[in-house]
Structures are given as structure tokens and as C-alpha cells.
């Protein structure tokens, strides 16, 4: 059992026949994905030779904060299309099948920290025609 090698299989699919298009660009991309794999088991291995800790559960960390940063960043984007989008923000039913939650869910999806934060990042305030939602504890 290659555990670092498994943990890569896992992280980095190979893409099998008929998921490239068009086709004849699918042993490119095998390739490009082998390549990846050997790159990510050599980072894991270093990662793992360097701090004295197990590759699943290096593994399993990263995962988490990869989630976590996506969920951060899909808040700052629903923040961002309600708070900051001039005179038309976007409609909570559209919000919510982008991101896969409900319209009610949009409302408290974020805080004043993800509007204090999407302010910092883009230089400017929110328009302020609505008022800040409650605030959630902070999942920074």
C-alpha cells in the first residue's frame, strides 16, 4: 500500500476516456494530470518528511481548509451581490440556485465581518439601501 500515492489518486482524479473534448486532447490531459499527481505526492511527501505528521491527515487538514476558504468566498460573493451591486442587487432566488442554498439561507449567509471584509477587498463601502443582516458568529 502507497498511502501517499493512494492520497494523490484520490486528490487529483486521472480523466478517463470521453470526459475531454474534443477527444483528441484527452492524452494531453492525462498527462497534464500524471504530472500534477507526481508534483503533489513529492509536496506531500516533503510536507509530511518535514513537519513528522501522517499524509492522510495532512491530507485531510488541507481538504478542510480548501472548504473552508471556498465557504468563505462564496459568503463574500453573496455579500457582494446583495450589499454592493448598485441599484439592482441580485435576487435572492437567483443567489440561492448559484450556490445551492434557499433564498432564506441567502439572507443570513453573511455577517457585518463578510461586509466589513468584501468593503476592504473592493475599496469601497456597501450601497446601504438595506440593512445589515444579524450578526452570525464569525467563520473566518
Known sequence: MDLIGD?????????QPGD????????????????????DASALEA???????DALLLAL??????????????RHLLA????????????LDALARAAGMTPSGIRTAYSSSELDAVARE????P??????PPAAPDRS
Open 7 to 15: 492520497i494523490t489518486a484520490i486528490r487529483i482524479p486521472l480523466p
Open 122 to 125: 473592493i475599496g469601497r463601502r
Open 127 to 132: 450601497d446601504g439601501r438595506r440593512t445589515r
Open 20 to 39: 475531454v473534448t474534443p477527444e483528441e486532447h484527452y492524452p494531453d490531459a492525462r498527462e497534464q494530470a500524471e504530472q500534477a499527481r507526481a508534483a
Open 80 to 91: 457582494y451581490g446583495r450589499e454592493f451591486h448598485g441599484d439592482r442587487p441580485y435576487r
Open 47 to 53: 510536507q509530511c518528511d518535514g513537519l513528522g505528521e
Open 61 to 74: 487538514g488541507s481538504a478542510r481548509a480548501r472548504r473552508e476558504a471556498a465557504d468563505r468566498e462564496i
